[in-house]
DNA sequence: AGGGAAGTGTAATAGTATTACACCCTTGCG
DNA sequence: CGCAAGGGTGTAATACTATTACACTTCCCT
């Protein structure tokens, strides 16, 4: 399921926003690279698709991302979804439920653990971090419950550091 | 945020799943409870939309709860989602962000818990458990990246005991 | 050359949620 | 009593999110 990223050790730990990724390029790279083990082609579609996501500091929607690309030549919602399949399944952009909306990744996952999805409710960013805790306490309800974990979506809406700063001041 | 709910001690710990529930009319009485505190009226419509949701054992869609009262007597969506905004400020009601759809809710919640929502893949059905490790790893996560946390949304995508004893005959 | 898996472009449709507005009904006053 | 304010209702319209269907292409394998 995961799958090969090309980018490793981008981003030394988390605690930085997801904010303009330093690295659309290698971005781009893990997505061809996914697509290259698959066999799968690395298509203009998912590139413009992912280009947008990696340049955008805060999550968008399917019908933002057709906006921004329409501006060049008209493109439709459907498009835009099916890029979107594939780079999330390539592990380079996510979904965040809470929000219907999606961003670009730069970490490295693995099977098994869980990751926290951080919300700004004030700028909307978002941070991801891993967590060995909350895996653990999932894997500990799951089996209480006799239940088959798959996959875990967790999201937490609040107030990031620079939104708590700015506030402050 | 939470309110006092006239039900406790419904369910003695978890694991069962959420299905048909016990005891609708405690679940009314929580509402009922809720908004006697807010100086709110508990009216037809937010009980007419509880007791479906309650005497369910799936999550439904605000659509389909439309339908539902719509058997007897014509109604708009957006009166449900009136009544769903109400039912879930109240608790005894949650949204289900993965799937777009609402639950009744059996369980005494407190400020700060961590609650993991089951919902299996198979059946749809949602089972929920609150869990400390969950909620220390959300903390955890929180903390070391300075951000403030207001709720978190958990949910875990897999197969219920049931269904996985089901597959197994 | 032929066949199949995968992608594209376009149109239409399904499904989820919100806004706007006119009206009602209670509560709390002057 | 008169009447304003806050909340709920009912209705219509609209916005926003996601999927299905289909005709056509392209690439790869044989
Ligand atoms: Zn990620
Ligand atoms: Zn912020
Ligand atoms: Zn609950
Ligand atoms: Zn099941």
Redesign the pocket.
């Known amino acids: 399921m995961a799958g090969e990223k090309a980018h490793h050790e981008r981003c030394e730990g988390h605690g930085h926003a997801h904010s303009p990724h330093s690295d659309v390029a290698a971005m781009i790279e893990c997505a061809r690279a996914f697509a290259a083990a698959r066999?799968?082609?690395f298509?203009?579609?998912?590139a413009r698709v992912l280009t947008v996501l990696a340049r955008e500091e805060k999550p968008l929607?399917?019908?933002?991302i057709t906006d921004r690309l329409s501006v060049s030549k008209?493109?439709?919602?459907?498009?835009v979804?099916?890029?979107l399949?594939?780079l999330q399944e390539a592990g380079c952009v996510h979904?965040l439920a809470s929000?219907?909306?999606y961003f670009a990744c730069d970490h490295e996952h693995h099977p098994g653990e869980a990751v926290v999805f951080m919300v700004c409710s004030q700028c909307g960013t978002v941070q991801e971090a891993p967590s060995d805790l909350v895996a653990q306490g999932l894997q500990g309800a799951a089996e209480h419950a006799g239940f088959k974990p798959a996959y875990p979506i967790v999201e937490l809406e609040g107030e990031c550091a620079r939104c708590s700063e700015t506030k402050a001041a």
């Open positions: 066999k799968l082609p298509t203009e579609m998912r929607t399917a019908y933002e008209k493109v439709q919602a459907v498009q979804y099916r890029a399949d594939f979904r929000k219907a909306s």
